[in-house]
């Protein structure tokens, strides 16, 4: 009877199922939420509503291809979305510490766009290969 090989768990693995795990809680949390959180940071409900939109697909697509994509991309893009998420955060705080009103939308803008665009270019990105065999042509 063959058996079917299984990656084993990763750190990495585990790390990106956990923060397709964290978009998925907030994306729900924006959603359920979406008229007092918006009230809170400034911005419209519907805007909050896109937001948890955002999320919900950055996370599931993120957690449906932690299996199936190179953790190395999947690294990658998840530096990209947090050193994104980090600059949005910075910004909306400076434009609140000095009397603007656009700092939540700046903050909730970056949430409805950047896990949309995650998941595209996970998506994107070629699968991996469960186990590299020889190149066509040449003996083992």
Do not use: H, N
């Amino acid at each position: 009877m063959a058996q079917v090989a299984t990656p084993r768990m990763t750190r990495q693995t585990a790390g990106a199922l956990a923060d397709g795990a964290f978009k998925v809680v907030l994306g729900a949390a924006c959603l359920a939420g979406a008229a007092p959180f918006g009230r809170l940071l400034g911005t419209p409900a519907w805007l909050m509503a896109v937001a948890g939109v955002g999320l919900l697909i950055g996370g599931g697509v993120g957690i449906g291809c932690t299996r199936s994509r190179s953790q190395r991309t999947y690294v990658r893009l998840m530096v990209a979305y947090d050193s994104g998420w980090a600059l949005a955060t910075l910004t909306g705080l400076l434009l609140a510490w000095r009397g603007g009103t656009a700092g939540g939308e700046v903050w909730v803008g970056y949430q409805a766009a950047a896990p949309v665009a995650f998941a595209a270019l996970l998506i994107a990105s070629a699968p991996e290969q469960a186990t590299p065999g020889p190149a066509p042509g040449v003996r083992e």
